[in-house]
């Protein structure tokens, strides 16, 4: 459910695996991704070749000692955006804005400056 949309309504489109993926647009200004990470999260090497053609800022965040989704390979996809960021979080895991919502949400916040 996206900000009360039923599934059927999100547009979809497909990643060059041909895995149907998802999005909803909102609002106006530099579009804003996020994958968030956690069970129902997309395959990450799927998901950054199709968005690695994206002109805009791109933030990859993750924890230092998150097993899934380790600081070494986020920051690697971090350099296939043309305007990647990286950010690790110290303490934190797979969901970093559970572990220190504070920290990460100044992180963002800066980011979106």
């Known amino acids: 459910m996206v900000m009360g949309l039923g599934v059927a309504a999100v547009p979809t489109f497909h990643a060059p695996d041909g895995t149907l993926l998802a999005h909803c647009a909102v609002g106006s200004g530099e579009p804003v991704i996020c994958l968030p990470g956690g069970p129902?999260?997309?395959?990450?090497?799927?998901?950054?070749?199709?968005l690695a053609g994206f002109e805009g800022p791109a933030l990859l965040f993750t924890g230092d000692v998150d097993l899934n989704s380790p600081p070494s390979a986020v920051a690697a996809c971090a350099e296939l955006f043309h305007r990647g960021t990286f950010?690790?979080?110290?303490?934190?895991?797979?969901?970093?804005?559970?572990?220190?919502?504070g920290r990460f949400v100044a992180a963002v916040a800066s980011f979106l400056v």
């Open 87 to 101: 950010v690790e979080q110290p303490g934190a895991g797979h969901c970093p804005w559970a572990d220190d919502p």
């Open 40 to 50: 129902r999260a997309p395959d990450t090497s799927v998901t950054w070749a199709g």
